[in-house]
Each structure stands twice: as C-alpha cells, then as structure tokens.
C-alpha cells in the first residue's frame, strides 16, 4: 500500500482563493473511497491518499484535470510518494508508530 502526499495547484484563478476547486477534488476522493480502493485525508496544505499505486495514479490523474474541467489553462499538481513493500501500512498506523516513541 502506498500513501501519496498530493497538492493540485489551480493557476489563472479569478481571486487568491482556490478552496472551490478543493472541494471539488474532495468529491472526486469520496467517489473512489465509497469503492473502497482509496482513503485520504485532508489537510491545510495538501491531501494524502492512500491505496495501491495503479489506483493512486489513476486519482490523482483524475484529481488534476479537475481545475481543466471548470475552465482553467493551467493547473499544477505536486507528488510525493511513500511505497513501503516490506509491509502494509495505513496513515493512521504511521501515525501510531511515532506517538508511541512520543509517549515513552
């Protein structure tokens, strides 16, 4: 299982804000985790998402033509993956693991 940190940057807005097309990647993200392949979570500055690469990589194409369909020329979409092979783990759990080092 992979957890994919990703910021979809809208350029060409009318205004500073773009919480607009945010929340139009939230939906597209609550779509595909009602199939159960994703989970995600939102933060302030970016979204992590996680589920296997193939499907990540679909999302996220999906995510980022987002800002195209409402119009925009120009959208910017920042990656960062972390694929751990050697075993499965969720958000919450890395999460876990370093709470668990805090509370010693």
Do not use: W
């Not at 009318?14 to 985790?33: C, M, N, R, T």
């Not at 994703?38 to 589920?51: A, K, R, V």
């Not at 999302?59 to 120009?74: A, T, W, Y």
């Amino acid at each position: 299982m992979a957890i994919v940190d990703v910021v979809v940057i809208p350029v060409g807005t009318e205004g500073p804000s773009v919480s607009e097309y945010i929340a139009d990647i939230q939906l597209i993200l609550e779509k595909h985790k009602e199939t159960g392949k994703i989970d995600f979570q939102l933060t302030p500055m970016n979204t992590l998402i996680e589920g296997d690469l193939k499907d990540l990589f679909e999302v996220i194409q999906e995510i980022h033509e987002s800002p195209f369909n409402k119009g925009l020329d120009r959208v910017c979409t920042n990656i960062r993956i972390d694929d751990r092979r050697d075993k499965s783990r969720k958000m919450n759990e890395k999460l876990e693991s370093v709470n668990k080092h805090l509370n010693k």
